[in-house]
T-cell receptor
Framework: EADIYQTPRYLVIGTGKKITLECSQTMGHDKMYWYQQDPGMELHLIHYSYGVNSTEKGDLSSESTVSRIRTEHFPLTLESARPSHTSQYLC???????????FGEGSWLTVV | SQKIEQNSEALNIQEGKTATLTCNYTNYSPAYLQWYRQDPGRGPVFLLLIRENEKEKRKERLKVTFDTTLKQSLFHITASQPADSATYLCALVPTGGFKTIFGAGTRLFVKA
Protein backbone atom coordinates (compact mmCIF):
# COMPACT_ATOMS: atom_id res chain seq x y z
CA GLU A 1 0.00 0.00 0.00
CA ALA A 2 1.45 3.34 -1.10
CA ASP A 3 1.66 6.11 1.48
CA ILE A 4 1.07 9.04 -0.81
CA TYR A 5 -1.89 11.33 -0.34
CA GLN A 6 -3.54 13.91 -2.53
CA THR A 7 -6.14 16.50 -1.67
CA PRO A 8 -8.64 17.43 -2.84
CA ARG A 9 -9.82 14.36 -4.72
CA TYR A 10 -12.40 16.31 -6.65
CA LEU A 11 -12.59 20.06 -7.25
CA VAL A 12 -14.82 22.24 -9.41
CA ILE A 13 -13.73 25.86 -9.66
CA GLY A 14 -14.45 28.92 -11.75
CA THR A 15 -12.20 30.31 -14.45
CA GLY A 16 -9.52 32.66 -13.14
CA LYS A 17 -9.36 31.16 -9.65
CA LYS A 18 -6.10 30.15 -8.02
CA ILE A 19 -5.86 26.57 -6.82
CA THR A 20 -3.29 24.41 -5.07
CA LEU A 21 -3.34 20.64 -5.25
CA GLU A 22 -1.68 19.11 -2.23
CA CYS A 23 0.52 16.01 -2.25
CA SER A 24 2.30 14.35 0.65
CA GLN A 25 4.23 11.11 1.00
CA THR A 26 5.47 9.41 4.13
CA MET A 27 7.92 6.99 2.51
CA GLY A 28 10.92 9.35 2.62
CA HIS A 29 11.27 9.22 -1.17
CA ASP A 30 13.56 11.82 -2.67
CA LYS A 31 11.95 11.84 -6.12
CA MET A 32 8.45 13.23 -6.62
CA TYR A 33 6.40 13.80 -9.75
CA TRP A 34 3.20 15.32 -11.08
CA TYR A 35 1.49 13.67 -14.02
CA GLN A 36 -1.52 14.88 -15.95
CA GLN A 37 -3.92 12.32 -17.42
CA ASP A 38 -7.06 12.83 -19.46
CA PRO A 39 -9.61 9.95 -19.52
CA GLY A 40 -8.39 7.04 -21.63
CA MET A 41 -5.15 8.80 -22.43
CA GLU A 42 -1.54 8.32 -21.39
CA LEU A 43 0.12 9.89 -18.39
CA HIS A 44 2.12 13.02 -19.16
CA LEU A 45 4.88 14.18 -16.82
CA ILE A 46 4.44 17.88 -16.08
CA HIS A 47 6.81 18.41 -13.12
CA TYR A 48 9.37 16.47 -11.13
CA SER A 49 11.72 16.98 -8.25
CA TYR A 50 14.99 15.29 -7.32
CA GLY A 51 14.76 16.50 -3.73
CA VAL A 52 14.27 19.54 -1.51
CA ASN A 53 14.59 22.85 -3.40
CA SER A 54 14.83 21.03 -6.74
CA THR A 55 12.05 21.27 -9.33
CA GLU A 56 12.07 20.64 -13.07
CA LYS A 57 9.53 20.92 -15.84
CA GLY A 58 8.41 17.66 -17.42
CA ASP A 59 7.73 16.64 -20.99
CA LEU A 60 4.32 18.28 -21.25
CA SER A 61 4.24 22.04 -20.98
CA SER A 62 2.06 23.17 -18.11
CA GLU A 63 1.07 26.56 -16.75
CA SER A 64 1.18 25.14 -13.24
CA THR A 65 4.06 25.61 -10.80
CA VAL A 66 5.40 23.40 -8.03
CA SER A 67 7.54 23.77 -4.95
CA ARG A 68 9.55 21.34 -2.80
CA ILE A 69 10.36 22.92 0.52
CA ARG A 70 10.06 19.68 2.47
CA THR A 71 10.90 16.13 1.37
CA GLU A 72 7.39 14.86 1.99
CA HIS A 73 5.43 17.70 0.40
CA PHE A 74 5.10 18.61 -3.31
CA PRO A 75 2.17 20.96 -3.97
CA LEU A 76 1.06 22.04 -7.45
CA THR A 77 -0.41 25.51 -8.01
CA LEU A 78 -2.40 27.03 -10.84
CA GLU A 79 -2.44 30.82 -10.52
CA SER A 80 -5.38 31.35 -12.86
CA ALA A 81 -7.37 28.25 -13.80
CA ARG A 82 -8.85 27.86 -17.28
CA PRO A 83 -11.22 25.23 -18.72
CA SER A 84 -8.24 23.74 -20.61
CA HIS A 85 -6.79 22.80 -17.22
CA THR A 86 -9.65 20.36 -16.63
CA SER A 87 -7.98 16.98 -16.13
CA GLN A 88 -6.83 14.43 -13.59
CA TYR A 89 -3.58 15.28 -11.80
CA LEU A 90 -1.61 12.41 -10.31
CA CYS A 91 1.14 12.90 -7.77
CA UNK A 92 3.78 10.19 -7.43
CA UNK A 93 7.07 9.42 -5.75
CA UNK A 94 9.97 6.98 -6.06
CA UNK A 95 13.05 6.06 -4.12
CA UNK A 96 15.31 6.78 -7.08
CA UNK A 97 15.15 7.43 -10.79
CA UNK A 98 13.88 4.46 -12.77
CA UNK A 99 12.54 2.61 -9.78
CA UNK A 100 8.97 1.72 -8.92
CA UNK A 101 6.72 4.75 -8.92
CA UNK A 102 4.06 5.02 -6.25
CA PHE A 103 1.01 7.04 -7.19
CA GLY A 104 -1.57 8.90 -5.19
CA GLU A 105 -5.27 8.49 -5.90
CA GLY A 106 -5.36 11.58 -8.09
CA SER A 107 -7.06 14.95 -8.03
CA TRP A 108 -9.85 15.52 -10.53
CA LEU A 109 -9.99 19.19 -11.48
CA THR A 110 -12.88 20.71 -13.41
CA VAL A 111 -12.68 24.38 -14.39
CA VAL A 112 -15.98 25.91 -15.44
CA SER B 1 10.07 9.62 -32.94
CA GLN B 2 10.00 7.74 -29.67
CA LYS B 3 6.79 5.86 -28.99
CA ILE B 4 5.28 3.31 -26.66
CA GLU B 5 2.32 1.54 -28.24
CA GLN B 6 -0.30 -0.50 -26.50
CA ASN B 7 -3.43 -1.85 -28.09
CA SER B 8 -6.02 0.90 -27.78
CA GLU B 9 -8.87 -1.55 -28.31
CA ALA B 10 -10.22 -3.16 -25.16
CA LEU B 11 -9.50 -6.83 -24.63
CA ASN B 12 -12.52 -8.94 -23.68
CA ILE B 13 -11.93 -12.45 -22.40
CA GLN B 14 -13.80 -15.14 -20.53
CA GLU B 15 -13.04 -15.90 -16.90
CA GLY B 16 -10.42 -18.63 -16.53
CA LYS B 17 -8.67 -17.84 -19.83
CA THR B 18 -5.23 -16.28 -20.19
CA ALA B 19 -5.15 -12.58 -21.05
CA THR B 20 -2.19 -11.40 -23.11
CA LEU B 21 -1.44 -7.69 -23.50
CA THR B 22 1.19 -6.27 -25.82
CA CYS B 23 3.57 -3.33 -25.45
CA ASN B 24 5.72 -2.23 -28.38
CA TYR B 25 8.25 0.55 -28.31
CA THR B 26 10.29 2.38 -30.93
CA ASN B 27 13.48 4.44 -30.69
CA TYR B 28 14.07 3.60 -27.05
CA SER B 29 16.69 1.44 -25.38
CA PRO B 30 14.95 0.57 -22.15
CA ALA B 31 16.92 -0.25 -19.04
CA TYR B 32 13.70 -1.41 -17.39
CA LEU B 33 10.19 -2.09 -18.46
CA GLN B 34 7.35 -1.97 -15.95
CA TRP B 35 3.69 -2.88 -15.90
CA TYR B 36 1.10 -1.04 -13.84
CA ARG B 37 -2.59 -1.60 -13.20
CA GLN B 38 -4.98 1.34 -13.14
CA ASP B 39 -8.58 1.13 -12.00
CA PRO B 40 -11.10 3.81 -13.10
CA GLY B 41 -10.60 7.06 -11.23
CA ARG B 42 -7.55 5.76 -9.33
CA GLY B 43 -3.79 6.12 -9.61
CA PRO B 44 -1.72 3.36 -11.26
CA VAL B 45 -0.36 0.57 -9.07
CA PHE B 46 2.97 -1.13 -9.82
CA LEU B 47 2.82 -4.82 -10.75
CA LEU B 48 6.09 -6.04 -12.24
CA LEU B 49 9.48 -4.80 -13.42
CA ILE B 50 11.69 -6.59 -15.93
CA ARG B 51 15.24 -5.55 -16.77
CA GLU B 52 16.82 -5.45 -20.23
CA ASN B 53 18.90 -8.57 -19.52
CA GLU B 54 15.89 -10.60 -18.34
CA LYS B 55 13.66 -12.58 -20.69
CA GLU B 56 10.81 -13.42 -18.34
CA LYS B 57 9.47 -12.49 -14.89
CA ARG B 58 6.66 -14.11 -12.93
CA LYS B 59 4.58 -13.12 -9.94
CA GLU B 60 1.69 -15.35 -8.94
CA ARG B 61 -0.70 -15.40 -11.96
CA LEU B 62 1.25 -12.69 -13.78
CA LYS B 63 4.02 -13.21 -16.31
CA VAL B 64 5.98 -10.62 -18.28
CA THR B 65 8.32 -11.25 -21.18
CA PHE B 66 10.79 -8.79 -22.68
CA ASP B 67 12.21 -9.16 -26.19
CA THR B 68 14.70 -6.36 -26.92
CA THR B 69 15.15 -7.59 -30.50
CA LEU B 70 11.43 -7.30 -31.26
CA LYS B 71 11.20 -4.23 -29.00
CA GLN B 72 8.22 -5.80 -27.32
CA SER B 73 6.93 -6.87 -23.93
CA LEU B 74 4.04 -9.25 -23.38
CA PHE B 75 2.01 -9.26 -20.17
CA HIS B 76 0.05 -12.40 -19.33
CA ILE B 77 -2.60 -13.00 -16.69
CA THR B 78 -3.38 -16.70 -16.31
CA ALA B 79 -6.67 -18.03 -14.92
CA SER B 80 -8.14 -14.55 -15.31
CA GLN B 81 -10.89 -13.36 -12.96
CA PRO B 82 -13.46 -10.55 -13.24
CA ALA B 83 -11.44 -8.71 -10.55
CA ASP B 84 -8.57 -8.49 -13.06
CA SER B 85 -10.66 -6.08 -15.17
CA ALA B 86 -8.71 -2.81 -15.31
CA THR B 87 -6.42 -0.81 -17.56
CA TYR B 88 -2.85 -2.09 -17.75
CA LEU B 89 -0.08 0.39 -18.47
CA CYS B 90 3.32 -0.40 -19.89
CA ALA B 91 6.13 1.94 -18.84
CA LEU B 92 9.82 2.10 -19.59
CA VAL B 93 12.93 3.84 -18.34
CA PRO B 94 15.50 4.47 -21.07
CA THR B 95 19.07 3.34 -20.50
CA GLY B 96 20.91 6.17 -18.75
CA GLY B 97 17.63 7.96 -18.22
CA PHE B 98 15.73 9.02 -15.17
CA LYS B 99 12.16 9.61 -16.24
CA THR B 100 9.60 6.82 -16.64
CA ILE B 101 7.57 7.02 -19.85
CA PHE B 102 4.09 5.51 -19.90
CA GLY B 103 1.99 4.01 -22.66
CA ALA B 104 -1.72 4.85 -22.92
CA GLY B 105 -2.72 1.43 -21.58
CA THR B 106 -5.00 -1.39 -22.66
CA ARG B 107 -8.38 -1.90 -21.05
CA LEU B 108 -9.07 -5.51 -20.03
CA PHE B 109 -12.56 -6.85 -19.35
CA VAL B 110 -12.90 -10.34 -17.88
CA LYS B 111 -16.41 -11.75 -18.12
CA ALA B 112 -17.78 -14.24 -15.60
Amino acid sequence: EADIYQTPRYLVIGTGKKITLECSQTMGHDKMYWYQQDPGMELHLIHYSYGVNSTEKGDLSSESTVSRIRTEHFPLTLESARPSHTSQYLCASSKGGGNTIYFGEGSWLTVV
Amino acid sequence: SQKIEQNSEALNIQEGKTATLTCNYTNYSPAYLQWYRQDPGRGPVFLLLIRENEKEKRKERLKVTFDTTLKQSLFHITASQPADSATYLCALVPTGGFKTIFGAGTRLFVKA
